[in-house]
């Protein structure tokens, strides 16, 4: 089956920071790939996605790129705020009869301080 | 994007009784999903509800507990059924927009059992 591995944390930066949060993915087809991002006390949000292999997503200074090779989608920011602070959901999708199926990471809690 | 609200937001409820949560969307979508995210841990798919159909369950969830409804386009409910404390998570609805493979998630639902 389909399944999505997160680095562990909590990751806490510091404010200007560079920031990698490693996202490898196991499955059976052609996945497209995304990153949720979750801020506190609100809903998920989508943050960027990739739908091929070498595929880069961006979006607010985030990017990801689909890595076919290491079946990975490492999400990076090179230089982090205080209001990137959120849980971070790395996810997959892919066909299931009729269906698109999402498979999520557990979740990276990011920190970032002033 | 999908404008989703979600009803309630937040609710304490007693063991042995039900909850049902309302999703509503501002536009007509085929398929609307329901997920479970317990504390800590990530986002698991707990049924796809399609209009005019019996909704389809994930492995580990069942009718019995989680009862669907979809009377139309734009509004699904979910209730959880004879709630005990491992019930305690927060519920989120998605439909895909952009495309079926992304999808754009409610603010949740949080819930407390005790």
């Known amino acids: 089956g389909n399944s999505v591995t997160q680095m562990e944390g909590p990751v806490t930066l510091s404010e200007e920071a560079f920031l990698t949060i490693n996202c490898t993915y196991t499955?059976?087809?052609?996945?497209?790939l995304f990153w949720y991002v979750q801020y506190p006390g609100e809903g998920l949000q989508l943050l960027l996605k990739a739908t091929k292999a070498d595929d880069k997503g961006s979006n607010k200074g985030f990017e990801a790129t689909y890595r076919k090779e290491t079946t990975s989608f490492h999400l990076e920011k090179g230089s982090v705020q205080v209001s990137d602070s959120a849980v971070y959901f790395c996810?997959?999708?892919?066909?299931?009869?009729?269906?698109?199926?999402?498979?999520f990471g557990k979740g990276t809690l990011l920190t970032v301080n002033p | 994007s999908a404008v989703i609200s979600q009803k309630p937001s937040r609710d304490i409820c007693q063991r042995g009784t039900s909850l049902t949560i309302q999703c509503q969307v501002d536009?007509?979508?085929?398929?609307m999903f329901w997920y479970r995210q317990q504390p800590g841990q990530s986002l698991t798919l707990i049924a796809t509800?399609?209009?005019?159909?019996?909704?389809?369950?994930e492995s580990g969830f069942v009718i019995d507990k989680f009862p669907i409804s979809r009377p139309n386009l734009t509004f699904s409910t979910l209730t959880v059924s004879n709630m005990s404390p491992e019930d305690s998570s927060i519920y989120l609805c998605?439909?895909?927009?952009?495309?079926?493979?992304?999808?754009?998630f409610g603010p949740g639902t949080r819930l407390l059992v005790l």
């Open positions: 998605s439909v895909p927009a952009g495309g079926v493979e992304t999808q754009y």
């Open positions: 996810a997959l999708s892919d066909r299931a009869g009729s269906n698109y199926k999402l498979t």
């Open positions: 499955a059976t087809g052609y996945p497209s």
């Open positions: 536009s007509q979508v085929t398929m």
């Open positions: 509800a399609n209009q005019g159909s019996e909704a389809t369950y």
